[in-house]
């Protein structure tokens, strides 16, 4: 990976996540509504925020994932995060997160975030499959999924368990000739 990373799209940016962030980060995961269907309980403190920033530093340095902010173009808002992460160099494969802060939902903001990424993980980073796994009450995401092209591979039996409750996920997978027989391209500003 590049020792820098930054990703340009119509209204959004897609950047590495830095110290400036964490109160930010904060906020958006410890809004109870929009880690509804998160694969773990809201966070509660600021060196929650801090110790994933610097694990997403060391991921990207390592080369074992690439965890991003998405920024707002215009005003310079962080508005939510994604990832690229569970890497399989030898099946060129990686597993896909997000998240959007609510202010933000239902404008397309994370399409246009999704696309710009799923580009550079199969032109640039040379991967064949990405995957995601969903809450199962959180047809938001599925939706936004399929969208994107993904498509339905399953469904994973209690495989999450947060705050005691067992949760049953979706899986979806989307593949480098799925990406490139159907779905648009990314709208990147140069």
């Given at each position: 990976?590049?020792?820098?990373?930054?990703?340009?799209?119509?209204?959004v940016?897609?950047?590495?996540?830095?110290d400036?962030?964490?109160?930010?980060?904060?906020e958006?995961?410890?809004?109870?509504?929009?880690?509804?269907?998160?694969?773990?309980?809201?966070?509660?403190?600021?060196?929650?925020?801090?110790?994933?920033?610097?694990?997403?530093r060391?991921?990207?340095?390592?080369?074992?994932?690439?965890?991003?902010a998405?920024?707002?173009?215009?005003?310079?808002?962080?508005?939510?995060?994604?990832?690229?992460y569970?890497?399989?160099?030898?099946?060129g494969?990686a597993?896909?997160?997000?998240?959007?802060?609510?202010?933000?939902?239902?404008?397309?903001?994370?399409?246009?975030?999704?696309?710009?990424?799923?580009?550079h993980?199969?032109?640039?980073?040379?991967?064949?499959?990405?995957?995601?796994?969903?809450n199962?009450g959180?047809?938001?995401?599925?939706?936004?999924?399929?969208?994107?092209?993904f498509?339905?591979?399953?469904?994973?039996?209690?495989?999450?368990?947060?705050?005691?409750?067992?949760?049953?996920?979706?899986?979806?997978?989307?593949?480098?000739?799925?990406?490139?027989?159907?779905a648009?391209?990314?709208?990147?500003?140069?």
């Amino acid at each position: 990976m590049h020792s820098t990373f930054n990703l340009t799209a119509k209204r959004v940016r897609l950047r590495l996540l830095e110290d400036r962030d964490a109160k930010a980060l904060l906020e958006l995961y410890a809004d109870p509504e929009v880690m509804r269907y998160w694969n773990h309980a809201p966070w509660t403190t600021l060196e929650q925020a801090k110790a994933a920033i610097a694990e997403a530093r060391s991921d990207y340095a390592s080369g074992a994932a690439l965890h991003c902010a998405i920024e707002h173009s215009a005003s310079g808002v962080l508005i939510g995060s994604c990832a690229l992460y569970a890497f399989v160099p030898q099946h060129g494969c990686a597993s896909l997160g997000y998240l959007l802060a609510k202010p933000y939902w239902g404008q397309g903001y994370l399409s246009e975030a999704m696309r710009a990424l799923l580009e550079h993980a199969f032109a640039e980073l040379g991967l064949n499959r990405i995957e995601a796994d969903v809450n199962c009450g959180n047809t938001g995401s599925l939706v936004a999924l399929e969208r994107l092209g993904f498509r339905h591979e399953g469904c994973l039996r209690e495989r999450w368990i947060v705050d005691g409750k067992k949760h049953d996920t979706q899986l979806y997978g989307l593949l480098r000739s799925d990406w490139r027989g159907g779905a648009p391209a990314p709208e990147l500003v140069a």
